[in-house]
């Protein structure tokens, strides 16, 4: 009874973090059309990981995004911030009304996070490689201060060229810093096209490993294996070092011709083309 | 004592290499005071802990030490994001790896952000000599200079490096300190820098014929050069601006009305430092002072042993001296 109970929870669950996604996915339609331009594809393949750690994972209160003992997120792959803003939006961080001048002049909403600006983002970016140092730098003060929060950094695929992302994992690994779970967004793709072509990555979760890292890999557009992962991370008190999650994703997901062709990596839809985009997210249900 | 049995007290190691920098004490020092006195100050180097001192910080406060290994980028992002959970994070290592390999970090994770986090670049200039260019820093005041939001100060000495550690705990802002090797001799006693004040330069002396604007480890030989020409029978003063920015414009403007001429001095390209600072005011004020730039002529500095390269650029106070007589006297021709 209790297991079934259970199960029944944790399917509505699921189910409010896919129709979630679908929101953030219909959103980051909605503000690229207003700056006429934007990352589609970055924020798609994420949209699940987001969804998931906002609303089934992370700790959080409505309205209140300095509460000290929050869990903390850092988007290292900032580009995809259009996906993250309607969410925060939706915990009530700031009015959802004032994502309308998004990237308008001198608004706070731009195509990378703004933390003097925007409550709820935790950290800036855009400048690949940055955000799991600061990430382990949350966890360390959360550490010297006897507080208990999580931290979770999100991280590109692309972003693992960048040296310092590996300076953190030493770093990390050396403090065991055991409050931090970094979460690659495995989309294959950086700007330049696939990341094989460009400069290749893998094995990853050996390198992860070697660095001292526990490293898990999911399915990263299936909320019910992301909730189970990142809720096993959290419970797990036995761990002793960081964890990295190398979630597969699908650059584009949602969109049928965007998926896997990185020529979405930056784009714009015009009117009839973009009613359409919205028409097939809708019938993903 | 010697450092290994039978060996001669002078000989020395990295271990006592301290010894033989008093001026760093202050920074480890000063900062475990403050940690004493309630201050969430955490300190944090790159693997340079004998190099600055922060050694001593560990001693007194192992659980608020981060050893970042060697890895300046991260270490200035990490101390971002200690800064944001309340946190006042100082993290040290040599002004080149700092300013120069870490200066985007600086950027985006520290001043972009307004974090409260503090960057101490020690062994800055050439006091590095003959470790050559990789480890000089002549650039550093130029490219922290122009980072909004960024506090740059640039202390005379030990004193006055403790009087603005003291002075940046309670600040919201990051802050650049620019500091030598440790052997600097000391301009102040800690008395002298009872109002010691980030932005506020400090007059020593009026000079009718010549102001020089001293900064860092030039601020003790420009004094020196000062009563040299002043024996002479010169009117000669000087500003120690030991604030880059916000530079004291108030004080450099008033300088300019009451000397014919000013020279600035600075263990620093003179292209973007103090020079290049005062000249900006000056003209944006239509202030018609000549302004002569002393300094690294824009060009990578020999090595050297470090007072060497002080006398071979005229950086040391009869260098200065010099370089102020034929200012004058060309100047009267």
């Known amino acids: 009874m209790t297991t079934a109970m259970s199960d029944e929870t944790t399917a509505a669950e699921i189910a409010r973090i896919e129709e979630r996604a679908r929101f953030a996915r219909l959103e980051t339609v909605r503000l690229i059309s207003i700056a006429k331009t934007g990352h589609y594809a970055s924020g798609f393949s994420c949209a699940e990981i987001l969804a998931t750690l906002y609303y089934g994972v992370m700790r959080l209160r409505r309205g209140e995004p300095d509460w000290p003992e929050r869990d903390r997120f850092l988007f290292g792959k900032g580009h995809a911030a259009a996906t993250l803003y309607p969410l925060l939006a939706d915990w009530g961080f700031f009015p959802a009304a004032e994502l309308d001048e998004y990237t308008r002049l001198g608004n706070a909403f731009g195509d990378h996070p703004d933390m003097t600006r925007i409550p709820g983002i935790d950290f800036s970016s855009g400048s690949l490689g940055h955000a799991l140092s600061a990430g382990v730098g949350m966890a360390l003060g959360g550490r010297m201060q006897g507080q208990d929060f999580t931290t979770y950094v999100l991280l590109g695929d692309g972003e693992q060229h960048e040296g310092q992302v590996w300076e953190a994992a030493l770093h990390a690994a050396h403090h065991r810093v055991r409050d931090l779970v970094a979460i690659v967004d495995r989309n294959d793709h950086s700007l330049d096209g696939q990341i094989d072509g460009v400069t290749g990555i893998e094995p990853l979760l050996d390198k992860w490993r070697a660095f001292g890292w526990e490293a898990h890999e999911v399915d990263g557009h299936d909320a019910g294996a992301l909730l189970a992962l990142f809720r096993a991370l959290a419970a797990d008190r036995e761990r002793t070092c960081p964890a990295v999650v190398v979630a597969n994703t699908i650059k584009g997901k949602g969109i049928s011709y965007m998926e896997s062709e990185f020529g979405w990596h930056l784009g714009w839809l015009a009117p009839q083309d973009e009613a359409n985009a919205i028409a097939e997210l809708e019938g993903g249900r | ?333």
Not at chain 2, 80 to 91: K, R, S
Not at chain 2, 208 to 237: D, N
Not at chain 2, 254 to 261: F, L, N
Request: proline share 5%; aromatic share 6%; glycine share 10%.
């Open chain 2, 1 to 333: 004592m010697s450092v290994a049995p039978g060996l001669q007290p002078e000989s020395w190691h990295l271990l006592t290499l301290l010894e033989r920098a008093p001026g760093l004490h202050v920074l480890a020092d000063t900062l475990s005071d403050l940690v004493d006195d309630g201050h969430p100050v955490v300190a944090g180097t790159a693997d340079l802990k004998y190099s600055n001192g922060l050694i001593r910080f560990q001693e007194r406060h192992p659980d608020r030490f981060v050893q970042f290994g060697i890895s300046e980028q991260h270490m200035v992002s990490t101390a971002a994001g200690l800064a944001t959970t309340g946190l006042q994070p100082y993290v040290a290592t040599f002004a080149s790896f700092l300013a120069l390999l870490a200066c985007e970090q600086i950027r985006t994770d520290a001043a972009y952000t307004q974090l409260p986090v503090r960057l101490i670049g020690h062994h800055a200039g050439i006091t590095l000599g003959f470790y050559g260019t990789s480890h000089h820093a002549t650039e550093d005041l130029a490219i922290m200079r122009s980072i909004a939001g960024l506090t740059v100060i640039a202390p005379a000495d030990p004193a006055q490096l403790g009087a603005a550690l003291r002075a940046s705990v309670d600040r919201p802002e990051p802050i650049y300190l620019r500091i030598g090797r440790g052997q600097e001799p000391a301009v102040y006693e800690d008395g002298d820098l009872s109002e010691f004040e980030i932005g506020k330069a400090i007059a020593h002396g009026a000079g009718e014929e010549l102001t020089i604007l001293a900064t860092g480890s030039m601020v003790h030989p420009a004094l020196q050069a000062a009563e040299a020409l002043r024996a002479e029978g010169r009117s000669v003063g000087v500003l120690d601006v030991h604030t880059i920015k916000p530079l004291d414009e108030q004080a450099v403007l008033a300088a300019a009305a009451r000397s014919e001429r000013l020279m600035s001095v600075e263990e620093h390209n003179v292209l973007g430092g103090l020079g290049g600072a005062a000249a900006e005011v000056l003209s944006a004020h239509g202030a018609g002072t000549p302004l002569h730039r002393h300094g690294i002529r824009d060009e990578f500095s020999l090595i050297g042993p470090p007072t060497h390269l002080y006398r071979h650029y005229r950086l040391d106070a009869a260098g200065i001296a010099a370089e102020a007589r034929e200012l004058l006297d060309g100047a009267a021709r």
